[in-house]
């Protein structure tokens, strides 16, 4: 077999995007098309979506999703699990057997409710609680893995290609308002399933075209505030920061844009806006360590909308389009035509320019 | 002329039916395949549909024609032919080009122009209708880059950092470039008429290709741009 360097992989991984302003749900075949003329941008070791909307019947509960190596620790997670939570349903995540995906794990979900006497004998907030419980399996316990853990939300991701991931999932079964979607080429860290995009977290969910040059940095400072990265990929790091940044901090969405991928100081000086200035100013100095160096393009998924945002360099590629109610978002135009031939307004934002969309306020 | 389906055809495929034509093709429905007419020096190619990234890489004399946009790395160390592009295109458009010819109707990725090239006779020019992205001929060791800012008066011409670490060659801009900043080691300055008359063939290419008038494009003023040493390097070291 010949190994890359005497074989040219053109790789560079690949991200989609759709969102329907208007909240009509849409289902989760036609983002796995969007990967199919990006299928050179992955090379097989790692693809996953994330949709929101998914699971109207169970909205109030939180969705955990689980990879297990084996039975015995499914037993154990589950003991604990009960110590935490009323869970309301727990079932094995269905899939379809296809050749092009080998060697998964126990891939199961549980529908949960935080036990109101354990929340409040710990003194935190329902989010709070469930995040440390995530971190907590996530760290200390072998061999189980939380991927998903929001509400009305799920991850679904696998080593493999997107288009079979989609497929082995059974995608087209599920409907959501929003869909995320990422073909991965593993460049320093292994690729495994629970190393798959979206790294999510809540709801919060993260794919990523790129490479973090500060992971370090970033994590050392995260990991400060309770953050554990156990998942041996640098993505991991920005879905942590966007959720210290946004739900913890309360910034903005464009206030979180600007600390990881803030503007030059020359750029900020030369702001004429003085207010502007003096918030950028203020974010940089404040939120220094959370500043992302290296080549990113993200989609950030939450509750009711989509952030995208490139590293200020831009040195990744990512369009959006529109058309009616959507909102389309790919490293590739040929992505959004192969979800809608007829979009329109194509157009690329600038380095570090967040693009927010969100569904109508009562439509999700 | 030879009619390519490209639906359901990857990139190898596509550019093998391509080499094997004896004649100019047509594309239709393209979706993202790279490395079209990579490396081709004797076809005319047009396009419908999307090309995918690293379209005309290596060109050595072809011609291509898209008619809707293009992604990234357009020309990609082009060296002979020409790209026309009635769309916008990507970013690092003629990264590394060293001879032929692109024009773009609309705008402009970051860093077109990155590592543009020169050798003797060789001189690669980009004309860009519409703005262009930050970091515009980053690198830029030789050939002419020409942005022309039409249609697009809402935006500014170039985005941030124009020029960095350019070298070499030349770069035009329709625009007195009042609120643009360049590094040092360029010398910005309005070009003179006889400055300009060097860009003027190509303007005139550019506005027949794409039905501009060319006196109205040509009454604007225009910022040349250049290096201002032979020895760019000649700060970074410790003179003695």
Redesign the interface.
Known sequence: MRIEGQVRIPSGCAIAAVISRDGNRMPGDNITHAMEPMHDRSNGLGGGFAGYGIYPAYKSFYALHLFFDQRSTRKDCEAFLKERFEIVQSEIIPTRKIPRITDEPIIWRYFVDPLKSVLSSMQLDEKEFVARTVMKINAEMKGAYVFSSGKNMGAFKAVGFPEDVGMFYQLEKYEGYSWTAHGRYPTNTPGWWGGAHPFTLLDYSVVHNGEISSYDANRRFIEMFGYKCTLQTDTEVITYILDYLVRVQGLTLGEAASVIAAPFWSTIADKTDLEDRKKHQFLRTMFSSLLITGPFSIVFGFSGGLMALNDRLKLRSMVIGEKDDKVYIASEEAAIRAMEPEAENIWAPAGGEPVIVKVREGAY | MILIDAKEL??RSLNNKLREADDDCTLIHC????FIAAGMSDKSITIS??P??ALGAYLNGASIMVQA?A??AVGDTMNAGQIIVHG?I??AAGYAMRGGKIFVKGDA??RAGIHMKAYQDKVPVMVIGGAA???LGEYQAGGVIIVLGLEAEQKRIV??FPCTGMHGGKMFLRSDCKHI?FPSQVTPHPAAPDELLEAEPFISEFCSLFGYDKNAVMDAPFTVITPDSKNPYKQMYVAN
């Open positions: 990857d990139y979706c993202g395949q790279r549909g999307v995918g990234n946009n992604q990234d916008s990507g970013d990725g970051y992205g930050s970091f985005g941030n900043k």
